[in-house]
């Protein structure tokens, strides 16, 4: 799936780089006390595992355009009143206003994905006011550094009263904190209630829940039912705490009810609002204030925006890496959109550890150090991306199909020119083009030119587009190809900070952001266990 520099292509001892040569894979086995004739000596065998599962989750609001929050922040925003001026002016073609018009009144189901709610907020009991106002510190370690700049953006005047404006994300956890307000008199539930507030996330566009408790991975629990239970425990407690909020907060009553769902896709009203509207509105509507599970939560949000604006611009040099790779040919493209939506999407990262290596990292005299950790780590992972292809439909699926006309190969390809050299990546398209079946009297066909013709030729020529079992591993960038002088995963500490820089200077990727991969190493010095966390899951039935 993804091209990567092998061990063997790497010298041990790179003179002049400044790099500590790697340990060898027998230097790590004898640390670890390896011994292939008893299984139970291996990391991750038998009882040796713990488990922990995050899932994000689809939100939306059901509502008619005058009472949910997401048409109506649109209708009142500048930018809406900007595009109406100017295309009355004429300065704008009148298509911009036209498509957010069809966006807002075309609506049937009445349902609003990832919007946000708004209540009065009287309807709070004290201690979710405040778990609120803790939350709105600019930083939670240090209250007096007063509030976050964006405080005023929370609360809106509505009929002479204070109403509270916020996404669904953190609706769950002022739910839960009014909950352990009410039940507060009895000690267990005040305790447990607080623990698990900071296991209810908002950093994306979508809430985020983390295991209540590290699974214990056993033959008599099942390796992967128990977090599977617990998963399931999870996702009803969520349930419960939207069903509370919808009452308790007068959502229902006023006209918004708030849904939350698994699905691993953006939505495709969301696509179709993206492309109509510009990058910076879309990430005020869409990108989470993160007020949930981070100290400096207005600094988490800057980094998503941050996020957003390195994808959306990654995918746009992507198209010149396929011009450069010979699988554009001419200069009629379709440009992607300023705007990304790839951040919307929806999957479950399951972590793994393992008690003896990890009890190893925290023992200086078991001689098993980082550097050995790495080393096994970036061996791991390797193995497990080359198998990656095995696991669609089996481990992983987000079922999609592309239109005919969205057939384009700088639509379809999504970030994989940054993920395959361009040998792979000519082989694959042609390939996919062959199997897509796309034809006409034995010709090929892809489409070449605005959407509105390309639906007329594959409509007469009865052409389907093409089916994808895991469209999120072509919709996201889920790992980024090696440079020449800096490999991904070598086996050596910190090559994902040198890989970085060079994606950098590329204009691929931003060094302050997390490397992207489908299996990470999770390193003892940062999570305080030794472990892998795989990305790759998508949501499905069976």
Not at 449 to 462: E, K, N, Q, T, Y
Request: glycine residues 6%.
């Amino acid at each position: 799936m993804v091209s990567r520099l092998s061990f063997a292509d790497i010298s041990l001892t790179r003179t002049g780089t400044g790099q500590d040569p790697r340990p060898t894979e027998r230097e790590c086995i004898s640390l670890l006390g390896l011994d292939p004739l008893r299984p139970a000596s291996l990391p991750f065998f038998g009882s040796d595992a713990t488990a922990g599962c995050e899932n994000e989750l689809q939100v939306a609001v059901s509502g008619t355009r005058e009472a949910a929050d997401l048409p109506r922040a649109i209708e009142q925003s500048s930018y809406y009143a900007n595009i109406i001026k100017r295309a009355h002016r004429g300065e704008t073609s009148p298509r911009a206003h036209r498509d957010l018009e069809r966006y807002l009144s075309d609506n049937v189901e009445q349902v609003w994905e990832n919007s946000w709610v708004r209540f009065p907020l009287s309807r709070l009991h004290p201690n979710a006011l405040h778990t609120l106002a803790a939350d709105l510190k600019a930083d939670k370690q240090d209250p007096t550094r007063g509030e976050r700049s964006d405080t005023a953006r929370f609360f809106v005047e509505e009929g002479g009263e204070q109403h509270l404006r916020i996404p669904i994300s953190y609706l769950l956890k002022l739910a839960l904190a009014d909950v352990i307000g009410q039940g507060g008199s009895q000690e267990t539930v005040r305790k447990t209630g607080s623990r698990l507030l900071t296991h209810l996330l908002s950093d994306n566009t979508s809430p985020e829940t983390f295991s209540f408790h590290v699974t214990g991975m056993t033959p008599h629990t099942g390796y992967g039912r128990a977090l599977a239970r617990e998963t399931a425990k999870r996702f009803l407690f969520t349930q419960l705490l939207i069903m509370y909020a919808n009452e308790k907060f007068e959502l229902i009553r006023r006209g918004q009810k708030a849904m939350l769902f698994f699905s691993p896709h953006p939505p495709m009203r969301q696509r179709v609002l993206n492309e109509c509207i510009s990058d910076a509105f879309y990430r005020k509507l869409f990108m989470s204030p993160c007020l949930s599970g981070w100290d400096e939560g207005e600094a988490k949000h800057q980094y998503m925006i941050l996020c957003h604006q390195v994808l959306s611009r990654s995918h746009l040099n992507a198209v010149m890496k396929m011009r450069e790779a010979g699988i554009i040919t001419n200069n009629l493209v379709m440009m992607p959109h300023t705007s990304n939506i790839s951040l919307a999407n929806n999957g479950t990262h399951v972590s793994m550890g393992s008690r003896k290596m990890s009890r190893m990292l925290g023992d200086p005299a078991s001689g098993f150090t980082p550097r050995h950790e790495k080393c096994m780590g970036d061996l791991v992972a390797k193995v497990m991306e080359h198998f990656l292809p095995l696991f669609v439909t089996t481990y992983s699926a987000a079922p999609y199909r592309l239109a005919f006309e969205d057939f384009h190969p700088e639509q379809a390809l999504g970030f994989l020119p940054h993920q395959l050299d361009y040998t792979h990546l000519r082989m694959l398209w042609r390939r996919w083009r062959k199997k897509a079946k796309n034809k006409f009297c034995g010709q090929a066909l892809t489409p070449f030119g605005p959407p509105f013709i390309d639906h007329l030729v594959g409509s007469a020529c009865r052409c389907k587009g093409d089916f994808i079992p895991d469209f999120r591993l072509i919709d996201y960038p889920v790992a980024l190809l090696s440079t020449e002088r800096s490999a991904s995963q070598d086996g050596r500490l910190h090559n994902d900070r040198r890989l970085k820089e060079d994606l950098d200077m590329m204009g691929i990727f931003d060094k302050r952001m997390s490397v992207y991969l489908p299996y990470k190493l999770r390193e003892f010095e940062v999570m305080g266990f030794s472990g892998f966390e795989a990305r790759y899951y998508s949501q499905f039935e069976q």
